[in-house]
C-alpha cells in the first residue's frame, strides 16, 4: 500500500519547482522591470528640476517659458535604451501658466517616458511601462537696493567703465518689469541716485552706473550709506506675492567715517555741534568733512597759518561749506562719543573713529536682517591697488558663513538671521564675475 502510494506521487516535486520557478521569475522580472523603471523616473525627475528652475528664471523670455524647459529637459534628460520614443514634456498642462497679482509665475514641468520592459513584458498589457516626473517652482520678486562706494581711491581701482559695466551687468539679471531697484552711493555723504522703482530700472542705473566715475572722490561713510540703504528698503511698494528683500553693498576701502556730536575746546575753526569726520586711513589723521564732498588736510590742529582755513568754520548742520582737520589734543581739540566705547566721552584719535565706523556699519547691516521682513545683505570688496579692503569687516556685513570668511576668523555669530555672501574682486577686471556670483545667489533664493 505504501509503496504503491509514494508511486503515484512520483514527479510531483518537479511540478512543484516549475510552478515555483515561475512565480520566482515573475518576481525577478518585476524587480528588473520596476527597478529600470525607478531608474528612469529618477532621470525624469533630475531633468525636469533642472527645466523648472531655468524656466522660472525666465517668465518673460519671448514665446514664454515652455520652449526654454523643453530646451533645457533634453539638455539634461539623457535618452536610453529602455525608451521606445521620445518622452513627452508639458509646461502648465499646455495652458498658460497662472501668475498673481505680481506677475509671479507658478511653473509646472511634467515629463513622461515610455519603457520597455524584459521579463514582464510576457503579459501582453505589461510589455512597455509609462513613468512620469513633475516638478514646480515659482519665481519671487526682489526688492533689492545697490549700495556703491564713490570714493576718492576708485578713481585709481575702479578707472574706466569697469564699475558701470558691472553694475549694468549685475541688474540685467532681474526683471525690468515687475523686480524693483534702488541705487545708492556714498563717500562723505550718501546720495540716492534712483530711488525704489518696480520695473523700469535698468537703463536709469546703467547711466548713473556709468557717471560715477565723475564723481570718484572723499572719504568711507559706510554708516551713513547702510543707514540710507536700511530707510530705502523699508519703502513701502503696491505690490504683492513673495519679495525677497535684498541689500548688496559695494566698497573698494576701510569704513573710515562717522557722524555724531563733537565738543571741540581751544580756539579751533572747528566748533561743537554734529559733524561727519574720519576720512583717513593712514592712522592717525582725522579730518572734518562737508556735504559737498572735499575735506582738507594739515599738518597741525585748526587753526593754522593757511589763509585756506582763516574762516570760522561750523558743523554739517549749520554751515557746510568748507572743512578743516585736526588731531587729538592741542587748540581746538574734540571729544566725541564712541559707540565702541559705551558712549563716553573720548579723544577724536583716529583709532577710535576706525573702530567705530566699522562697528556702526555692522550694527546697520545686522538691523536690516533683524527687521521685518528680514533682508539679505550682501558685500562685494575690491581690493585695488589702496590695499586697504578689510575683508573680515564685509563678513561680517554679509553675515557670511563661508569657510573663507571662518579663515579670516569669523564666526556667524546670528546664524538666526539671514546669511549673506561676500563675493572679492582683486582687481576692476574681476568686478563682473564678482557681482555676478552675488546675482546668481539672489536669483536661486528667488526660486520658490
Same mark, same amino acid.
Given at each position: ?8 506521487e512520483?514527479?510531483?516535486?518537479l511540478?512543484?519547482?516549475a ?7 515573475l ?6 522591470d520596476f ?10 525627475g ?7 528652475l531655468?524656466?522660472a ?6 514665446g ?5 524647459a523643453?530646451?533645457?529637459?533634453f ?9 521606445? %520614443? #521620445? ?5 502648465? +498642462?499646455n $495652458? ?6 505680481l506677475?509671479?509665475?507658478?511653473? !509646472?514641468?511634467?515629463a ?6 524584459y521579463?514582464?513584458?510576457?503579459l ?6 509609462n513613468?512620469s ?22 578713481a ?7 564699475l ?9 539679471y532681474f ?5 524693483s531697484?534702488a541705487?545708492?552711493s ?6 540716492i ?7 523700469n ?9 556709468a557717471?560715477y566715475?565723475?564723481?570718484f572722490?572723499g572719504?568711507t ?12 528698503? %523699508? #519703502?513701502?511698494?503696491?505690490?504683492v506675492? +513673495?519679495? $525677497? ?10 569704513a573710515? !567715517?562717522v ?6 575746546t581751544g580756539s ?11 576720512g ?9 568733512m ?7 588736510q ?5 587753526p593754522?597759518?593757511?589763509s585756506?582755513y582763516?574762516?570760522?568754520?561750523y558743523p554739517?548742520n ?7 582737520n ?8 574734540c571729544n566725541g562719543?564712541?559707540?565702541t ?9 583716529w ?19 533683524a527687521a ?9 570688496g575690491l581690493?585695488g591697488t ?6 573680515l569687516?564685509l563678513?561680517?556685513?554679509a553675515?557670511?558663513p563661508?569657510?573663507?570668511c571662518?579663515?579670516l576668523g ?10 549673506g ?10 568686478l563682473?564675475?564678482?557681482?555676478q556670483?552675488?546675482?546668481?545667489d ?7
Open positions: 500500500m505504501d509503496r504503491k502510494h509514494r508511486k503515484r512520483r514527479g510531483q516535486v511540478v512543484l519547482c510552478i515555483c520557478l515561475i512565480v520566482l521569475l518576481f525577478v522580472g518585476l524587480a528588473i527597478g529600470l523603471a525607478y531608474v528612469t523616473k529618477a532621470s525624469l533630475k531633468a525636469v528640476d533642472a527645466a523648472v531655468i524656466a528664471k525666465n517668465t518673460g523670455a519671448p514664454g517659458p515652455a520652449p526654454i523643453k530646451s533645457a529637459f539638455m539634461n534628460y539623457g535618452t536610453s535604451s529602455r525608451d521606445t %520614443s #521620445t518622452p513627452v514634456v508639458t509646461v502648465c +498642462n $495652458v498658460p501658466c497662472p501668475t498673481n497679482a506677475g509671479d509665475t507658478l511653473i !509646472t514641468v511634467t513622461t517616458s515610455t519603457i520597455q520592459t521579463f514582464i513584458g510576457l501582453p498589457s505589461f510589455r512597455t511601462l513613468v516626473a513633475s516638478a514646480q517652482a515659482q519665481y519671487a520678486r526682489v526688492e533689492m537696493t545697490i549700495v556703491i562706494d564713490r570714493t576718492g581711491s576708485m585709481s581701482n575702479a578707472p574706466g567703465t569697469s558701470g559695466d558691472a553694475i549694468t551687468s549685475f541688474v540685467g526683471d525690468d518689469t515687475y523686480d531697484v541705487m545708492i556714498f563717500a562723505n555723504d550718501q546720495t541716485d534712483f530711488p525704489m522703482t518696480t520695473g530700472f535698468k537703463a536709469s542705473i546703467g547711466t548713473a552706473a557717471n566715475r565723475n564723481r572722490r572719504a561713510f559706510s554708516d551713513g550709506a547702510l543707514q540710507l540703504a536700511h530707510t530705502v528698503d %523699508s #519703502t513701502v511698494l503696491p505690490i506675492g +513673495n519679495v $525677497v528683500h535684498v541689500v548688496v553693498f559695494f566698497t573698494d576701502g576701510d573710515n !567715517t557722524e555724531g556730536p563733537l565738543t571741540c579751533g575753526n572747528v566748533k561743537s555741534g554734529t559733524w561727519t569726520f574720519g583717513f586711513d593712514d592712522g592717525s589723521t582725522v579730518g572734518f562737508t556735504s559737498d564732498q572735499s575735506y582738507y594739515t599738518a597741525s590742529n585748526c593754522d597759518n593757511n585756506r582763516s574762516d570760522v568754520f554739517l549749520n554751515n557746510p561749506y568748507d572743512a578743516c585736526t588731531q587729538a589734543g592741542g587748540s581746538g581739540a562719543l564712541f559707540t566705547l559705551a558712549g563716553t566721552q573720548q579723544t577724536l584719535t583709532t577710535h573713529v576706525n573702530a567705530d565706523a566699522l562697528n556702526r556699519a555692522v550694527a546697520d547691516a545686522n538691523a536690516m536682517r521685518t521682513p528680514p533682508t539679505i545683505v550682501y558685500a562685494v581690493n589702496s590695499g586697504v579692503l578689510h575683508p569687516f563678513c561680517q556685513i553675515n557670511d563661508s569657510a573663507y571662518a579663515g569669523y564666526t556667524a555669530t546670528t546664524p538666526q538671521l539671514t546669511q555672501i561676500f563675493a572679492l574682486a582683486s582687481d576692476s577686471s574681476q563682473q564675475a564678482a557681482f556670483q552675488i546675482a546668481s539672489i536669483r536661486l533664493r528667488l526660486l520658490q
